[in-house]
């Protein structure tokens, strides 16, 4: 089987759970001896080298093989990576999208050359994409999304597969194209709808792309029954084409570290958010469940770590509640960083207004730390040993948060059977499906 | 020749409301999910099972009997939202083919952690039958067939029972089987009647079950198995939860009909007939010593504590209110003692069993938890809400005292 991947970001470099999902998934495909060629969009103005954007394109147009580091190479024996540079990023919005072009025409002076040249290129490019574009208001995501798409295609008739697989809206156009020059099926992995980033505000264009890709598809992959559910309300999809895929997580062997270590103080309980600080992770729920729990207890503290586009007011408004000296933010964080801060978290809260699936609880469990999550997220169908609450519901949740900080043998028996749990949720599981709907998908088409 | 021993067990609980942290009263209790609980129950299972006892016992003249066990908090919960169902045992023990035996008034663990508890419960119940059908239970179960050696001597030394009941677990066993009359190592008087675990099973959980390779059961089959039994047994002990008949068992499995037709089968055979516990036990010898050094229950595959006992939250939460027990005690004030004595029902720690959670399996049989966490976040609350009570009331107490 040889399948034509399309992606958005992989790790190490990553804004959220689609990277995260993506490595896992290709990861097990390739154990399953699944040939996988992998396409995605270089994010080209960031400072963090990866494996993937370490080798500079000659040029911008160009699609190169990438070699990978000898380590990644074994882990992924199977996949190829392919980048069309850009700088698109998943979760972001045109205003943001702006910003980035802004600060790259910045920079510009600092890149060496090569870079230089080849930024050159790009936005020259860009601006052609521009003026030739619909000239609606997000018309440069909107470019940017149909020069990836061209890239693909381009890409795609060197190639030999058999099923082409596009995670989310970004690259559906992309898939739609392929599919439609190579004739072979597409299937669609929705990780997440317009509807969970922006609950009712959506944005038209996104939302009518998400649903030209289902519809388009052969099959469609949903990362829970609340994303099938989304599928079938809102974008008219068949609930027999729909297949739930849930994602997994790999099993680390993490050693704790004692609160002393990271100089906190060990009689202070730490609470902990970690995601995008934006509406749909629903961070304002979390300031007020931890004003409710400071009024009964006093030695805890709420780390949000995280950035996005509600931070500020966030900030704002943990000052506002008196409870400024109880939160901190750390920013976004990566690698260690996140490991070190779930080593140091009591508990983990995820008050998600709607989460597709949501893998960062089942890092925490990973981590040995017992997990709060709000009944609107798909993770909660696959998870029994952890607390669920609805989002809304702050004193429910302040009412948990105490009770696992209070009650050790809560926060014993959730680790002990969490973590036993978690270790069920593997990627070779998910691989498995993901194989019997290429089988399934090429069969029809054969 | 064996003699056929039913008696079914009758239970609920009193419920806990959803009590958070922030929560400052001391009602503790769902009203009105008790209620309705207690009067579906009641139109599925009680009402229905003991007019067609009622019945069965006035056709066949005498020649049919039951037992129940009736715990103290079910009676108050149909002495408050279903008086209906006391008159029907009302009527079912004017027939004198009905014995009551005796238990924990509150359905409780507390042979386990207190039997200072352990006994006033016993003596509360004993007292509760007396008044309402004038009868001295002779017969003693524990809550979920829970039992030992040291069970055994404890209820021999009040020396007011001639047996007591448990299950016929295969390890305590050994080649014998459960038909007979035993004897617990260290006692003189009482007697030991066991459960025949497969055949009770059969009508409580396997009736319905159309995977099961004996489906449908019949009164004519069933009575076949009785009939097999000759020879190798006196009793067979049939011992189940009465919620089997019309709840665990719906109407329409035929559970009802089969129950009706099943003396017309049993006494066929002269030899068979029915009898209460007392009865068995004072017809037959006691046949050999059963030795149960290690704790046995009636629940799960495990016949063991686990389902009460089986992670850090039920060793928690019990070890908290038992050890309550003295501050509770010293309050002298009855409202905190019966509140107190109804978060001693074993429902409470079941309801936080892991055993099965992630299967979704028997344990959620009128559980009002979507979680074993929730429901132990809820019973803690609870109770330390409680506890505050009891301290309040105390340093008013030395107040008023040191004032006088």
């Known amino acids: 089987m040889k399948v034509f991947m399309l992606g958005w970001e992989f790790p190490p470099y990553i804004s959220g759970g689609l990277g995260t999902a993506c490595h896992g998934l290709t990861k097990a495909l390739s154990d399953l001896g699944v040939k996988i060629t992998f396409v995605l ?22 699609l190169r093989t990438v070699t990978q580091s000898a380590e990644t190479t074994q882990e992924l024996k199977n996949v190829q990576f392919h980048t069309v540079s850009s700088p698109l990023q998943p979760y972001t919005t045109p205003q943001q999208y702006q910003k980035r072009l802004e600060e790259i025409i910045r920079q510009k002076q600092l890149l060496s050359a090569q870079s230089q040249q080849m930024l050159d290129q790009w936005l020259e490019q860009e601006i052609e994409g521009i003026s030739v574009g619909p000239g609606q208001y997000s018309g440069d995501m909107y470019t940017e999304v149909h020069r990836y798409a061209a890239a693909a295609v381009r890409l795609a008739l060197q190639q030999d597969f058999d099923v082409i697989h596009a995670h989310d809206w970004m690259t559906y156009p992309a898939g739609i194209a392929v599919a439609a020059v190579s004739g072979k099926p597409l299937v669609v992995h929705v990780h997440s709808t317009e509807f969970d980033r922006s609950g009712e505000h959506v944005n038209q264009m996104i939302y009518d792309i998400e649903r030209r890709g289902v519809h388009a598809a052969a099959k469609v992959i949903a990362v829970s029954y609340l994303t099938r559910n989304i599928l079938m309300t809102r974008y008219g999809a068949l609930g027999d084409k729909i297949e739930v895929i849930y994602n997994g997580v790999e099993p680390e062997d993490s050693n704790r570290i004692s609160a002393q270590q990271v100089g906190i103080r060990s009689d202070e309980k730490i609470v902990l958010f970690l ?26 503290k709420f780390v949000m770590a995280g950035s996005g586009d509600m931070m500020h007011r966030i900030i704002e408004m943990a000052a506002q509640m008196g409870i400024g000296h109880k939160v901190l933010f750390t920013g976004f964080l990566r690698g260690e960083d996140v490991n070190r801060v779930y080593q140091m978290a009591d508990l983990y ?8 699936f949501g ?9 040995d730390v017992p997990v709060i999550i709000s009944k609107q997220s798909g993770v909660a169908e696959v998870l029994t040993h952890v607390l669920k609450v609805d989002f809304w519901d702050i004193q429910e949740m302040a009412n948990k948060i105490i009770a696992v900080l209070k009650y050790p043998p809560l926060q014993m028996t959730l680790r002990e059977h969490g973590n036993f749990e978690v270790r069920k949720l593997k990627w070779s599981g998910a691989a498995k499906k993901c194989l019997k709907v290429y089988q399934e998908v090429t069969q029809v088409a054969v | ?81 279903c008086p209906e169902v006391i008159s029907t045992f009302d009527a079912l023990a004017e027939t004198g083919c009905v014995e009551f035996l005796a238990e924990t008034y509150y359905h409780s663990l507390s042979f386990l952690y207190s039997r200072n508890e352990f006994f006033e419960q016993i003596q509360k119940h004993i007292e509760l039958m007396q008044k309402l059908w004038g009868q001295t239970p002779r017969i003693f179960r524990n809550t979920e067939l829970i039992y030992n050696n040291q069970l055994a001597e404890t209820i021999e030394s009040l020396n007011q029972f001639d047996a007591v009941i448990t299950e016929g677990a295969d390890r305590i066993l050994g080649h014998r089987n459960a038909n007979f009359v035993y004897r617990p190592p260290n006692c003189r008087h009482l007697k030991l009647l066991l459960k025949n675990y497969s055949l009770s099973d059969d009508i409580a959980f396997r009736f319905s079950n159309r995977g099961w390779e004996e489906w449908p059961l019949d009164a004519p089959k069933f009575a076949r198995w009785i009939d097999q039994i000759n020879g190798c047994g006196h009793t067979v002990n049939l011992f189940m939860d009465y919620e089997t008949f019309g709840e665990h068992q719906w109407e329409d499995t035929g559970i009802f009909d089969f129950m009706y037709h099943l003396p017309e089968y049993i006494l066929r055979h002269p030899d068979n007939n029915f009898m209460t516990p007392s009865e068995v036990v004072r017809s037959y010898p006691v046949m050999d010593v059963v030795d149960v050094p290690h704790v046995i229950s009636w629940a799960d595959m495990e016949r063991d504590l686990s389902a009460w006992l089986g992670n850090a939250m039920q060793s928690n939460a019990l070890h908290e209110v038992y050890k309550m027990e003295k501050l509770v005690k010293q309050t002298q004030d009855p409202l905190i003692l019966e509140d107190w004595r109804k978060l001693l029902t074993s429902d409470h720690f079941y309801y936080m069993c892991t055993k099965y959670f992630s299967d979704g399996d028997v344990h959620k049989y009128f559980n009002p938890y ?12 609870v109770l330390n809400h409680l506890r505050e009570r009891c301290k309040q009331v105390l340093t008013q107490q030395t107040v008023t005292e040191q004032a006088s």
Do not use: W
């Not at chain 2, 021993?5 to 959803?18: A, D, G, K, T």
């Not at chain 2, 979507?370 to 609350?381: A, G």
């Open chain 2, 370 to 381: 979507e979680s074993p966490y929730d429901s132990y976040i809820n019973y803690m609350n």
């Open chain 1, 41 to 62: 969009p270089k994010p080209i103005e960031t400072k963090t080298p990866t494996h993937v954007q370490m080798l500079t394109p000659q040029h911008c147009r160009a």
């Open chain 1, 349 to 356: 809260v995820m008050p998600s207004v709607s989460e597709p």
């Open chain 1, 275 to 300: 995601g995008r600080i934006t509406m749909q992770k629903g961070p304002e729920y979390f300031l007020m469940a931890a004003r409710k729990v400071l009024e009964e207890m006093e030695n805890v």
């Open chain 1, 359 to 367: 893998i960062a609880p089942l890092e925490a469990l990973n981590h």
């Open chain 2, 1 to 81: 020749m064996p003699s056929v021993c039913f008696y079914f067990q009758v239970h609920q609980p009193f419920r806990l409301r959803h009590y958070t942290v922030f929560d400052k009263s001391g009602n503790y209790f769902d009203e009105f999910k008790n209620a309705s609980i207690c009067r579906k129950v009641a139109n599925k299972c009680y009402l229905p099972s003991n007019r067609l006892l009622l019945k069965m016992i006035r056709r066949y003249e005498g020649r049919f009997k039951v037992s129940f066990s009736l715990t103290g908090v079910v009676i108050e919960q149909f002495q408050k939202y």
